[in-house]
């Protein structure tokens, strides 16, 4: 019995031989160590890095953990703090954008009235408005600056005055209509601010007998003007000028007699008059007549 026991008491398992280890081990070892390395390697420059953006940014206080910088606010960057704390200012062109719909909207409301001749009551109202928020968006005027704007050829485009029916406006002054002798033709004011010359140039057409063709006619009423404050001219009559035009063009022109001042009524002052400048820019130019008259001219 002892000798059959024998071979198991003395009988032992061979050691097993060591397990070589497996290559995605090995390579997930180096890995690890290789990244540890890199990761301490670059952490000075990680962390300048860090310290760098933070003097960008609105974030100053910081916590540590583990050796590496924990942010305790969320940091933004240069751009975001322009666009949160410091938004642009509104476009430079913004106004000249709305003084531009304005004059439209003038403009569109005295087209097809006749420079005010065929314009009612309502139509008149409708100028008005449109003319006083294009004032008020420009702003007062002063001539004392923009004195160079007023020089030029302007063409009127409309008058409340006109709605009289007569040539003179507010003031007395022959009719005109389709059915009467005088037919209004263009208008305009010619302004020379270096001689101080105002003259106001009306086309006209005169009826004639059939088969006579009507006779065109300029008239020139020149004056000279003076600034009175920042907005105001006074303007004072010297003479009129009438020159025939197409077929009658070789005509010289005619220089018309002024009304001797004992002859005149004793209300009458058509030698002078006053008015202010409400709206001035480089094209358009709005008026308020001493009489309360409404002229809208552009740059002809």
Not at 68 to 74: E, F, G, T
Not at 176 to 196: E, N
Request: charged share 20%; net charge positive.
């Amino acid at each position: 019995m002892a000798s059959l026991l024998q071979p198991l008491t003395s009988f032992s398992l061979p050691p097993s031989p060591p397990i070589p280890p497996s290559s995605s081990s090995s390579s997930s070892s180096s890995s690890t160590i290789t990244a540890a390395t890199a990761a301490t390697s670059a952490f000075p420059i990680n962390l300048r890095s860090f310290e760098r953006r933070r003097l960008r940014t609105t974030s100053k206080s910081y916590s540590w953990t583990s050796g590496l910088p924990k942010r305790s606010l969320v940091l933004r960057s240069t751009l975001d703090e322009v666009s949160v704390l410091d938004p642009p200012p509104p476009p430079e062109d913004s106004k000249a954008e709305l003084l531009s719909c304005l004059k439209l909207k003038l403009l569109s409301a005295v087209s097809g009235l006749n420079r005010g001749l065929a314009a009612s009551e309502d139509d008149q109202q409708k100028a008005d408005a449109a003319a006083k928020e294009l004032e008020g968006a420009g702003g007062p005027v002063d001539l004392s600056v923009d004195l160079n704007k007023l020089q030029g050829r302007w063409k009127l485009i409309y008058s409340s005055a006109f709605s009289s029916r007569t040539l003179g406006g507010s003031r007395p002054g022959p009719p005109t209509g389709r059915l009467l002798p005088i037919i209004l033709g263009l208008v305009f004011q010619r302004i020379d601010i270096v001689s101080k010359d105002f003259d106001n140039i009306v086309e006209l057409q005169l009826g004639a007998p059939w088969p006579l063709p009507p006779v065109e006619l300029t008239a020139t009423l020149a004056h000279k003007f003076e600034l009175i404050g920042t907005s105001s001219i006074r303007i004072k009559f010297e003479k009129t000028t009438v020159k025939a035009s197409g077929n009658l063009s070789q005509l010289p022109p005619l220089e018309v007699p002024r009304i001797p001042d004992a002859l005149r009524p004793p209300s009458s002052n058509t030698r002078s008059g006053e008015f202010e400048v409400t709206y001035l820019d480089a094209d358009t130019r709005i008026t308020r007549g001493d009489r309360g008259e409404l002229r809208v001219f552009v740059i002809a």
